[in-house]
C-alpha cells in the first residue's frame, strides 16, 4: 500500500543537525550514540510537521508495540524485554503516556498487581501519525546511502545488536 506524504522541504537547520565537532572519538559507541541523537532529533522534526509534538521517539515505538499486539494482554514486562529497558524507566514512560492519555492500566482479574496496558483512541491516533514520521525518516536516511550500503549496514547492527543481547 502506498503511502501518500506531503512534500517535505527540509529547511536548513544548522542548530537542529550540526555536525559533530571533528575532535570527538571516533570509537563505534560514541558514534553510534551520535547518530542515534540525530535519528531521533529528525524523528521529531517530520513528528512536528505531522502534528505530533508530545510524542517522544521511545514513545512512538511502545505506541506501535501496543498498536500491534491489541489482540493480547500486554504488560509492563513486556515493553521491558521488546526494548531491552529497565523496569524504573519503563514506569517512567509509561506513567507519562498515561498522564497524556495514550494508554490505560486496567487490572487484570487473576492478579490484582498486574495492570494491562490498552491503547487508547488518543494513543491510536498519535500511533498513525508517529508511524509516518518514522518512515519518512526511514525514507531520509535510507536515500543517504546505497541499496547495498543500506543493506550492509543493517546486517551489521543486527550482528552488534544479537552479540550484545
Known amino acids: 500500500m ?5 512534500h517535505l522541504a527540509l529547511p536548513v537547520e544548522e542548530a537542529l543537525f550540526k555536525k559533530a565537532p571533528k575532535d570527538l572519538p571516533q570509537v563505534v559507541p ?3 550514540r551520535r547518530v542515534n541523537n540525530l535519528i531521533s532529533r529528525r524523528v521529531n522534526y517530520y513528528s512536528r510537521l505531522n502534528g505530533v509534538e508530545d510524542v517522544t521517539v521511545m514513545h512512538g515505538w511502545i505506541l506501535a508495540f501496543l498498536y500491534e499486539s491489541r489482540d493480547r494482554e500486554v504488560f509492563q514486562r513486556d515493553i521491558e524485554r521488546a526494548f531491552s529497558i529497565t523496569r524504573s524507566t ?3 514512560i509509561l506513567q507519562l503516556m498515561e498522564k497524556k492519555g495514550y ?3 486496567m487490572s487484570v482479574p487473576q492478579d490484582a498487581r498486574l495492570k494491562r496496558l490498552v491503547l487508547t483512541e488518543a494513543g491510536a491516533q498519535a500511533h498513525q501519525q508517529i508511524m509516518l ?3 519518512q525518516t526511514d525514507q531520509f536516511i535510507s536515500s543517504l546511502l546505497t541499496e547495498e550500503e543500506n543493506a550492509e549496514l543493517l546486517r551489521l547492527l543486527n550482528k552488534l545488536r544479537a552479540g550484545l543481547e
Open 2 to 6: 502506498a503511502i501518500q506524504q506531503p
Open 30 to 32: 560514541a558514534q553510534i
Open 90 to 92: 519503563v514506569t517512567n
Open 103 to 105: 494508554i490505560r492500566r
Open 133 to 135: 514520521s518514522l518512515r
